[in-house]
């Protein structure tokens, strides 16, 4: 499996936490993981410092309260094995700035929230975490089970889509799943009628163009010439393929996740046409927003971490 072996959750202390907890405890169990830490947030309080450093015990009946509460809904619904470290944490100020400071702090793998099940505007908190964070993000829908069945990995054929595919195999084969689905969305050039082609015949061979690099992704190296390359190591599984012509990756995800009852979203955070500077990309943040399965942003340890650094030290 691969190794996540520190999550971190962020809780709200509320019946809604329970999926982000019940994820925690499968992915602890898939993963092995070593340590799970539980966040809660609170909002800064408006105390002058003068006060602040005459009772410093001020504020400590609240971070009590937030922790017995945190630890009683774990031990409502954590089920994960019995040797991870589970650890409680009380934070003041704004959520997002925390959750990165301590994923940067504590060497997180991975960061677990709820989202809402209805699609949400631009600018929620589970998109800037997910589009900030130094690591991977899973994104729970409220209400949602914790458990899966069916994989979908949407693949570009960049890096980060095969990163994607890495992580959605040891799932799959730490869950006992035998099968991942994987979708390629290609679309026909506006300037095709210059070929001399049709609409139709140039879709076959986007289609064609998309088949093959669909053989290379499978494979840990891109073949050159008459390079000989190494398969990459599926253990097993099945990677059953999807190509779908569409205007938009976005649209033709969506329509897979219903067409093939999808349970689990798992997308690399950033695409092969997404700008430097940003660490998701327009179609994982469209997902992000919309979709109501629970969804993994996957990155690369480490994703970003100058420009957190930045930010923290604001």
Not at 42 to 60: G, K, M, N, Q, V
Not at 154 to 179: H, K, L, R
Not at 234 to 252: D, E, N, S, V, Y
Request: hydrophobic share 40%; proline share 4%; glycine share 6%.
């Amino acid at each position: 499996m691969y190794r996540y072996r520190h999550l971190m959750v962020a809780l709200s202390l509320g019946e809604q936490d329970e999926s982000s907890i019940r994820y925690a405890a499968l992915v602890s169990t898939l993963a092995k993981c070593e340590r799970v830490t539980f966040l809660h947030t609170t909002s800064t309080l408006d105390i002058p410092e003068e006060i602040r450093a005459e009772y410093p015990d001020l504020a400590h009946p609240g971070d009590e309260f937030a922790r017995n509460a945190m630890q009683e809904l774990v031990s409502k619904y954590y089920d994960g094995p019995p040797e991870v470290e589970l650890l409680f944490e009380v934070a003041e100020g704004s959520p997002l700035v925390e959750l990165l400071r301590r994923a940067r702090d504590h060497e997180i793998d991975m960061i677990i929230m709820g989202k809402r099940r209805e699609p949400t505007a631009d600018g929620t908190l589970p998109e800037k975490l997910a589009r900030k964070a130094p690591c991977s993000v899973l994104l729970v829908p409220e209400g949602g089970n914790a458990s899966f069945a069916s994989v979908l990995v949407p693949t570009d054929f960049s890096e980060n889509s095969i990163d994607a595919m890495d992580v959605a195999v040891a799932f799959a084969s730490a869950a006992g799943i035998d099968e991942i689905h994987c979708l390629h969305a290609y679309s026909v050039p506006l300037g095709y009628y210059k070929t001399g082609k049709s609409y139709e015949e140039f879709a076959e061979i986007m289609r064609g163009h998309a088949e093959k690099k669909y053989q290379e992704y499978l494979r840990y190296n891109v073949c050159q010439g008459d390079t000989v390359c190494e398969l990459r190591d599926l253990k097993g599984i099945t990677i059953t393929p999807i190509f779908k012509l569409a205007a938009k990756a976005a649209h033709a995800i969506e329509a897979v996740v219903k067409e093939h009852e999808i349970d689990l979203l798992i997308i690399g955070a950033r695409g092969r046409r997404a700008a430097a500077g940003v660490l998701l990309g327009s179609v994982t943040e469209h997902q992000i927003r919309t979709t109501t399965i629970p969804i993994l942003a996957v990155k690369k340890k480490g994703t970003g971490m100058s420009i957190i650094d930045a930010l923290l030290n604001l």
